[in-house]
């Protein structure tokens, strides 16, 4: 059965976010590589495609529930950041703005009793409390090092010590 068309519109919505952030981290990884800081562009680079894997969910999700899937126009990703910490603070402000988008849709399928989207987006939801301690941390020690002091933020991130996708860049 489908599901509720403002609901199939929501995650359609979502999907295009999820690509867009695919984007802008492609663009941050290609900020820090300019940069020298290889660490730091692998970091996003594993940033990017957890945000394309996650537009392939949504994709197929949208699919298995019989929804026409409608990928919104994308706007083009920030190219220049001013510092390090210019590039941080924009992933944790974009994850805590999709936060809110996952939340919001999961409010939506609450109310409409769409026990099937609540459980995929249940996962989401866990998700996006990683994705933020991420990128608050991630900021927090990019802020501490000061521009001076980036090669100590790169074994920061070499560690693994910045969240589940440093572990993967390495």
């Given at each position: 059965?489908p ?9 359609n919505?979502?999907?295009g ?9 492609l ?14 562009a ?8 957890e945000?394309?894997?996650h ?7 949208i699919r ?28 944790l ?10 939340n ?15 459980a995929?987006?249940q996962?989401?939801?866990?998700e ?9 941390d ?10 001076t ?8 991130v070499a560690?693994g ?10």
């Amino acid at each position: 059965m489908p599901v509720d068309q403002a609901i199939a519109d929501g995650l359609n919505a979502q999907l295009g976010r999820e690509l867009a952030a695919h984007l802008q981290y492609l663009s941050i990884a290609a900020y820090f590589d300019a940069e020298a800081l290889p660490q730091l562009a692998a970091f996003f680079d594993a940033q990017a495609q957890e945000e394309h894997d996650h537009a392939l969910r949504f994709l197929g999700y949208i699919r298995d529930v019989g929804a026409r899937v409608s990928i919104p126009a994308l706007a083009p990703p920030q190219a220049t950041f001013e510092s390090a910490e210019d590039a941080v603070g924009l992933s944790l402000s974009s994850e805590q703005a999709v936060t809110g988008f996952i939340n919001g849709l999961a409010t939506m399928a609450v109310e409409q009793r769409d026990h099937a989207t609540q459980a995929f987006l249940q996962w989401f939801v866990t998700e996006q409390v990683e994705e933020v301690s991420t990128m608050s941390d991630l900021l927090a020690v990019v802020q501490r090092a000061g521009a001076t002091n980036l090669l100590l933020v790169e074994d920061y991130v070499a560690r693994g010590d910045s969240g589940e996708g440093a572990a993967t860049a390495e």
